[in-house]
């Protein structure tokens, strides 16, 4: 079926603007991960959901980072007065249950901070 | 903490040498470990996994807890392995968390 779909693809916005990235996981697919990479560097963890439950949240960088999954499936990753420094790639993954799964990655949102 | 470090942010081989881009990690528990990789313009995607014991487009890496690495070898570079490469690592502790290094690009040369 299909993969791990990321949209929008590329999103601009002004600073202090509102944004909402969205994810649809692989057709069960039990975890669900969103990451965020800065330009030369690796997926920075974000948070994680375990069907509509989100376990993790460690790497939120602040509260103006929100994200839900309220019926297990789609998720969106929201930012609330959007920051220059937010500017970066934003990954979703989803997996199947067990830490020693891989993670099949979307195509990921470019998010720019004006 | 868990921690991955890929200490070569840029690697370049002739076409049909070996190469070998490393990993290191911290863990204090049992980890779970990866390779992923990212062809230009494409999705980053698994290229292998410690557990499988498997070896793909000729890559295998093999964990090795004393030195904390998991290094990924191919005894013949071809130029279509040319791509980002990246190091994961999952624990079971915390199955959500996962951690990546900041990858490696490799580029193979004609």
């Known amino acids: 079926g299909a993969g791990v779909s990321q949209s929008p693809r590329y999103k601009v916005a002004k600073r202090g603007q509102d944004v909402a990235l969205r994810c649809d996981p692989i057709s069960g697919h039990v975890s669900l991960f969103w990451y965020q990479q800065a330009l030369g560097q690796g997926p920075e963890f974000l948070t994680y959901?375990?069907?509509?439950?989100?376990?993790?949240k460690s790497g939120l960088p602040s509260d103006r980072f929100f994200a839900e999954r309220p019926e297990g499936s789609v998720s969106t990753l929201k930012i609330q007065r959007t920051q220059q420094e937010d500017s970066a790639v934003y990954l979703c993954?989803?997996?199947?249950?067990?830490?020693?799964?891989?993670?099949?990655f979307g195509d990921g949102t470019r998010l720019s901070i004006l | 903490a868990q921690r991955v470090t890929q200490p070569e942010k840029l690697l370049s081989v002739f076409k049909g040498a070996p190469v070998e881009l490393k990993c290191n990690y911290s863990y204090s528990g049992s980890p779970e470990l990866f390779w992923y990789v990212q062809y230009s313009r494409q999705r980053l995607q698994l290229l292998l996994r410690h557990i499988s014991r498997e070896s793909i487009k000729g890559f295998t890496a093999d964990l090795n807890k004393g030195e904390t690495s998991f290094h990924l070898k191919k005894p013949f570079a071809q130029e279509e392995d040319s791509a980002m490469y990246y190091c994961?690592?999952?624990?079971?502790?915390?199955?959500?968390?996962?951690?990546f290094g900041d990858g490696t690009t490799l580029t193979v040369k004609p």
């Open positions: 994961a690592l999952s624990g079971h502790t915390n199955a959500g968390k996962s951690t």
């Open positions: 993954a989803s997996r199947q249950e067990g830490s020693n799964q891989p993670q099949h």
């Open positions: 959901f375990q069907n509509e439950a989100q376990l993790d």
